[in-house]
């Protein structure tokens, strides 16, 4: 069965809905996080000379600017181009604010005039700014939807599969990758060493394909989306919107992959 194929029945399901299976904890990729560079230029503000101020401003961009590549990197985007380009990319998979990226936009051009002295208002805005930007995305590396099923409201479970309990949870397992058993509904699984996505498609208790997702396709954004606008307490009403907004964004994404095909250039 082809993706637009399985697409077509999943549009013709009554309800449909999340189930988050795994929360996944990023780390960010610099030695030094963004929250400490923040940290220190709170304390180069508590000198207001010249010296102090210049430190205070370096460091807010320190941390712009670290938060921006681990962010980049964990989510497996493009980490290049210019600052409002990668912002935009941000602004793509739902995570930042337009009105944030003008703010880091202006603050860019504030610490781009070289050899001149900040005032102590524009480094404490500078300070506010990047501050503002860090905890409105930071949430991404706390809880990250690695695996989840979107799933046929009420469908059956699977059945002629080899299952095993591991807490609440009931798995089966496919190929050696381990699979919450539903009848009819779509697998999606992250790969936090390669970056990768797969996703797996079932009907009538049996899979009917199995793909892997092209780094940086249109489909990749949409399963990104999905992956950190998913709150680790959303509610079953919160799951159902999702659900349904996801289904329909992914309908005309490409970038699938067959299965065991390497993302790597």
């Keep these: ?98 009105r944030v990226s003008k703010k880091i936009t202006r603050l860019e051009r504030l610490l781009d005039n070289q050899f001149s002295k900040p005032s102590l208002e524009d480094t404490e805005d500078a300070i506010d700014i990047a501050t503002l930007f860090v905890e409105a995305t930071d949430k991404i590396f706390q809880e990250y939807m690695d695996a989840w099923w979107v799933t046929k409201k009420g ?32 697998y999606i699984q992250y790969d936090h060493e390669s970056g990768d996505y797969g996703v797996w498609g079932y009907l009538e208790d049996q899979e009917v394909f199995e793909a892997e997702v092209r780094c940086g396709s249109s489909l990749d954004i949409e399963l990104i989306k999905c992956s950190v606008l998913t709150p680790y307490n959303a509610s079953d009403s919160e799951l159902k919107k999702l659900a349904d907004k996801f289904v329909n964004d992914i309908d005309d994404k490409q970038g699938l992959l067959p299965a065991g095909t390497s993302n790597q250039e």
């Design 1 to 98: 069965m082809t993706w637009e194929e399985y697409l077509k029945h999943m549009k013709s399901w009554d309800q449909v809905t999340i189930d988050p299976k795994s929360f996944l904890k990023l780390e960010h990729v610099t030695p030094v996080t963004p929250k400490e560079y923040l940290a220190f230029a709170d304390r180069d503000l508590l000198n207001t000379d010249a010296r102090g101020l210049v430190n205070a401003l370096s460091n807010a961009k320190r941390a712009i600017n670290c938060q921006i590549t681990s962010l980049l990197t964990v989510l497996g985007l493009q980490n290049s181009g210019d600052l409002q380009t990668k912002l935009q990319r941000f602004e793509e998979i739902g995570i930042l604010a337009s």
């Design 155 to 186: 469908c059956a479970k699977r059945s002629g599969a080899h299952r095993y309990k591991e807490g609440n949870k009931t798995f089966i397992l496919n190929n050696g990758l381990p699979q919450t058993a539903y009848s009819d509904g779509l």
